[in-house]
């Protein structure tokens, strides 16, 4: 099947600092993708959906300004978590559908502010 | 896209067939039921999915009532790998690449030596 990577897997940033998220569909070209957030024990909650070469459009509640989302080319979407703090803490998933629609999902990027 | 509702957890033994029920009673005719998997600190796996006829592969077997109200997955001999929080969505199958999907709760299953 088709494959998405992230990049990085893990990272631990300072309090005020900003972090970028790294989407790629790596077989196949995606002009959407999808942006979910994970905490603890809980589901997956779509936070934004990306689109290339248009504005992201976000979930009710999900600050556009505190997560910045770039759908740069048909192969790659970043999201910035910007001024990050301990609440940000999370497991960041992206997935791409490939032409048919199905979904793949990337391994997830587990963000630590301390 | 319908809501699902799936027991929280369940426990299995290894080698035994674990048996994951979803009730979508809200499905529409045009809506196909997906299962996915998340394996702790990973991104979710799909697993199998299905219109209204019973599906296999090399994973799972998907079994759909004929009412499409509910759907049972098994997984005929389960391991301890299989251990996971499965999801159940329903969703309209096909190009749009706008179908977004939407995780409910999900069943964690337990696979237990």
């Known amino acids: 099947g088709a494959v998405v990577s992230q990049h990085p897997s893990w990272v631990i940033c300072k309090s005020g600092t900003s972090v970028k998220i790294e989407c790629r569909s790596l077989?196949?070209?995606?002009?959407?993708m999808f942006w979910y957030r994970q905490f603890p024990k809980q589901s997956l909650m779509l936070m934004a959906t990306s689109n290339e070469g248009s504005k992201a459009t976000y979930e009710q509640g999900v600050e556009k300004d505190k997560f910045l989302i770039n759908h740069a080319s048909l192969t790659l979407s970043t999201l910035t978590v910007t001024s990050a703090h301990p609440e940000d803490s999370s497991f960041y998933i992206c997935?791409?559908?490939?032409?048919?629609?199905?979904?793949?999902f990337g391994p997830g990027t587990r963000l630590t502010v301390t | 896209d319908a809501k699902t509702t799936q027991p929280t957890s369940m426990d299995c033994a290894e080698g035994r067939a674990a048996n994951l029920p979803c009730n979508h009673s809200?499905?529409?005719?045009?809506?196909?039921v997906y299962w996915y998997r998340q394996i702790h600190s990973q991104g979710p796996q799909y697993i199998i999915h299905?219109?209204?006829n019973n599906e296999t592969n090399e994973m799972a077997s998907l079994i759909i009532t004929e009412d499409r109200k509910s759907s049972t997955l098994i997984l005929p001999h389960a391991t301890l790998r299989d251990t996971a929080v499965y999801y159940c969505i329903v969703r309209v199958a096909g190009g749009n690449a706008g179908n977004m999907l939407t995780f409910g709760g999900g069943t964690r299953l337990m696979v237990k030596p």
């Open positions: 299905g219109l209204k």
């Open positions: 997935s791409a559908p490939d032409r048919d629609g199905e979904q793949y």
């Open positions: 809200t499905i529409s005719g045009n809506e196909y």
């Open positions: 077989d196949f070209q995606a002009t959407t």
